[in-house]
Every structure is written in C-alpha cells, then in structure tokens.
C-alpha cells in the first residue's frame, strides 16, 4: 500500500574454516512507497521551481533588450565602434546565448512533469490534454530565428558595417521581445491551469482515499469476537492512516479554492465551505471513532463508525466533483467569450499593420514623419498586447499596464481607438 515501508540489511559470512566464519551486517536501508500525496508534492515542487526559473529568465532578456536599445542610441552618435562598444556588444551577444541554452532546458524540465504525470496517472485526460499543449508553447518560445539573428550580427560586427550592425540588433531585439512575450503569456496561461490541477489532485486523492475505505470497511464488517487481535489492530491503524490523509486532502481543497478565486469564485467559495462544513468535521471525526474502537476490540461500533465514514466520504467525493464540473463549465464560457474579442481585434490589427509598414517602408531614419508615429506609439500601449490582455482579463480579471512595453517597442493602441503597428528605430 502506499506509505508502506520495508526495512531490510544485507548480511555477509567468510568462509574461515580456522576459527569459524565471521559475519558483517550492513547499515539498515528503508524503502518506501511513495503516496499519490508524495507525487503530486514531487511534482509540484518541480513545476514551481521552473516557474522561478522562467520568471528569472524573462527578467534577464528583459535586461538584455534594454542593453541593446542603449547601445543603439549610443551608435547613433558616431560612425564606428569604438572598442569598449564592441566588447559590451560581445558580452550582450553571450548572454544572449547563454539565455537560449537555460530556455532549452525549460523544455526539458515541462516534458519531465508531463511524464510524471502520465507514468503515475495524477491527472484527468482533460488536464493531460491541457499539460500537452503547454508543452507545444514552450517548444514554441525559442524562435529559431533568434540564433540566425546572432550570426548575422556577429557577421557585422566582423565586417564592421554600422548599418548591418544596427538593422541586425534591431532584428535581435524585435525576436527577443517575441520570446519575452511568450514567456509571459506561458506563466498566464499556466496559472489558472495550476488551479485546475489542484482541484483535480483533490479529486484523484479523494478517489483512492473512497476506495482504499471501501475495501478497508469490508474487512470490518467480516470481524466477530473470534479475530485474531493483530489483525484488528493492523485494520485499526489502515483506518488512522485513512484519517490522516482526509485530513491531508482537507488542507489540499483550501489550497485548491484559494487558487481557484481568482478565476471562479462562486466554484472557489462551494469548496471552501465544504472543507469548513460539519459533514466534512463528522467525516474526521468518525474515521478517528473507527480506529479508536478497533484498538479498544469494540467491534460493533467500529463497524458502525466505519459504514458511517464510507458513506460521508462517498457524498463528500460526490460534492467535490460537481464543484469541478462547475469550475470547468464557467471557465470554458468565459475564455471562448475573450476569444472571440480577441478574434475580431486581431483581424483589425492585421489590417493596421499592413497600412503602416507600407507607408514606412521607404522612409529613412532621419525623416521627421517618424516624430510623430514614434511619439504616438511611446505612450499607447501595443495592439498584441491589448489582446494578451483580454486574454488575461479572465485570467487576472483586470488589464496589465503596457506603458513600458509600449515606450520600449514603440507601438500601441491610440487615445482614439485606433491601433499603431512598430515602427523603425531612429
């Protein structure tokens, strides 16, 4: 069973025939059974590790971008290099590389999670399916672009030609805040999915907690006077287990519906007050009853207190899943109601963006109708992300600012409504 426990040592004997053989014994070694709650918890320690990584990471490329745009401003100045530019434009281009290398191991890291999951079966086909597509965005984020466009600027560099060099940082910077992008919106999309994960862990651990009582209550029910009494009492302690992982399934449902608040409330507050309400205490409290009076040899009440439990677990296993059913329900409606917003933007966009890149197109840097499309785009926030954050408007139920990303990139949504695309840097 899970949790259980095997302890064992080697032992080993010479062959001395003078004085007899002698015998050497091992330390005592301890394996153990991992329990669906040490797979989840495993699993989890993971994913969150990897988040930290992947928020470290976004903020070092985010550094990165500001480099190169200081860098490209400073090269405006002159017409050449100068050596310390061209060292601080080598080290840019090794962190750069350095950053690429961490981004494949993150690949690395959300196929280990999805094995797990699968090899131990922690999560419903409808969860898997969600784990998977997560797996394609991450296989995403790295555009392979972006190491074309490091070669391309070393190339320059060698040569030296300042317009090679500027237009190929301008390409490396463009893909670096595609990959700054992506990274964002994967830990967006990953949250609420996070959520779902942990009321789908509650789910799975109460159904193998209801079977595991199931089988537990039959043996029960077979006791009379004439048991052996080790045998009542490894019974009795199967049923304390039972009681601590109920207990243990209490804390993970509070975990689960302050997850899910900021996404369902109405589902957040069902599960919340199930884990406070008095069938949930009874349940507790008449597993503890159970396994008490096994130890005291009362086989009656136990088998009471047993029939008793099964049946609380079995309306508290129910209640649980019709609040997942709940939660899924409200936000599969929710999200394909932002997408269609999303939809519509977009094509908008599309149109925008072709307008705007064919009245660029020709205009050198120097031209003075650059002025005003760059002041425009300075304090609008993008059009991309005006509908990432549609996106997130189910997820964090609000609009994330873009005046930083708008003033870095250069291209937003105007007062008026109307959308303005990137435009070149001058």
Known sequence: MPEDEVHYHF??????????????????????????????????????????????????????????????????????????????????????????EALKKLTESMEAINQS??????????LMQKFEELQELVNEILNPELMID????????????????????EKLSSNLDQVEQQLDRFLDIFRPIK??????????RMNQLVEQQRILNENIQTLDEQTDPTAIARLSHEEQRNREEFSNIRDVMEEAAKAMQEFDQKSANALENLEKDHLTNQTESSLSQTARQLQKQRIQQAQLQSAQSL?????????????QSQFQHQTTIEMARKFQ????????????????EQSTRTMPRNSQRLAPLGWAAAVCPRPVDENHGII???????????????????????????????????
């Not at 490091?150 to 940082?169: F, G, Q, R, S």
């Not at 049946?311 to 609040?323: A, F, H, P, T, V």
């Not at 917003?341 to 705007?356: P, Y």
Request: aromatic share 4%; glycine share 4%; hydrophobic share 30%.
């Open 11 to 100: 032992e080993v004997y010479d062959n001395d025939e003078v004085s007899g053989p002698k015998k050497s014994i091992s330390s005592t070694f301890i394996a153990r059974v991992p329990s669906l709650g040490d797979l989840f918890t495993a699993m989890e320690e993971e994913e969150d590790k990897m988040i930290d990584e992947l928020i470290m990471h976004s903020n070092e490329i985010d550094g990165i971008q500001k480099q190169l745009e200081n860098m490209q401003l400073e090269m405006l100045k002159s017409d050449r290099l100068d050596w310390d530019q061209q060292q601080q434009m080598e080290e840019t281009l090794a962190q750069v590389q350095k950053e690429t």
């Open 341 to 356: 917003t999303v939809m519509r933007n977009l094509l908008e966009l599309s149109k925008l963006q072709e307008s705007l």
């Open 150 to 169: 490091m070669d391309v600027l070393k190339d320059a560099l060698e040569k030296m030609d300042m317009k090679d060099i500027m237009d190929a940082m």
């Open 195 to 204: 959520a779902e994960q942990k009321l789908d862990e509650t789910i799975q």
């Open 392 to 426: 997130n408007g189910f997820i964090k139920r609000n609009f994330r600012s873009h005046a930083r990303n708008g003033k870095r990139n250069g291209d937003g949504q105007c007062p008026d409504g109307k959308s303005q695309e990137k435009t070149d840097r001058t």
């Open 311 to 323: 049946g609380n677990l079995e309306k508290i296993q129910s209640m649980i899943k019709d609040i």
């Open 117 to 126: 999951a699968e090899k131990h079966s922690l999560f419903s086909d409808d």
